[in-house]
């Protein structure tokens, strides 16, 4: 079946480092992948998208890459700040579907 | 900016009760979901609709039904709730076949508490 796997341990770094988070995949051959934030009590905010042919997409701070080989993705914060804690949600996209298969997500706590 | 409201943040309720969920988009989306989540388990698809009247069975139905009767609205029923659907609720809109390539637009959650 199916899978999505992201870290269920909490990330915690120190501000201004780099985050990367890890979305991982198998039995899947998504053409699309997606990233959003959750804050607490709140509803997924969408981030950045990555074609399957796309290597890497970039986005002010934010950086993703899309392995097809690997069947990964990783998320990067660069110089990441207290507003950054929250839990990061990827999502994957067959070609030609509208209902993304969602990770459990991962949360990332950044000390000042 | 798309918007996505719910009408409630908290609700309780009692078990049998009738429970109407609502949600309405002002971006004139075509697709509307409904999702719940748990801590641990994540978005799980209860159902999902891609046109006004349509409706399709996302993962986890039973114990739930829908109705859209707008396009811009999408409502949630728990016929008979129980406690084990204790969640957060959350909507979700989306349109078809744009270059962002289905980035779902999600409301901010409903906190359902039965009792």
């Known amino acids: 079946s199916q899978k999505i796997e992201q870290n269920s341990e909490a990330l915690n770094i120190q501000e201004g480092k780099t985050a990367t988070l890890t979305c991982n995949y198998t039995n899947y051959s998504p053409a699309y992948l997606q990233w959003y934030r959750q804050d607490p009590g709140r509803g997924p905010v969408f981030l950045l998208l990555i074609r399957e042919n796309e290597k890497e997409k970039r986005k002010e701070r934010l950086k993703v890459t899309f392995d097809t080989t690997l069947k990964q993705s990783l998320f990067h914060i660069t110089a990441s700040q207290p507003a950054d804690s929250a839990t990061y949600l990827c999502?994957?996209?067959?070609?030609?579907?509208?209902?993304?298969?969602f990770g459990r997500g991962t949360s990332l706590i950044v000390h000042p | 900016d798309v918007k996505v409201t719910q009408s409630s943040r908290y609700l309780v309720k009692r078990t049998g009760e009738k429970v109407f969920l609502e949600c309405v988009q002002d971006?004139?989306?075509?697709?509307m979901f409904w999702y719940r989540q748990d801590p641990g388990l994540g978005l799980r698809l209860i159902y999902f609709?891609?046109?006004?009247?349509?409706?399709e069975k996302g993962d986890i139905p039973e114990g739930y039904s829908v109705s859209r009767e707008k396009k811009e609205r999408f409502s949630l029923i728990l016929e008979s709730a129980s406690t084990n659907q204790t969640s957060m609720y959350l909507c979700?809109?989306?349109?078809?076949?744009?270059?962002?390539?289905?980035?779902?637009?999600f409301g901010p959650g409903t906190r359902l508490l039965v009792l």
């Open positions: 971006m004139d989306h075509e697709n």
């Open positions: 979700a809109s989306s349109r078809p076949g744009t270059w962002q390539q289905e980035t779902q637009y």
């Open positions: 609709s891609y046109d006004v009247k349509m409706k």
């Open positions: 999502a994957l996209l067959s070609g030609g579907s509208y209902i993304p298969t």
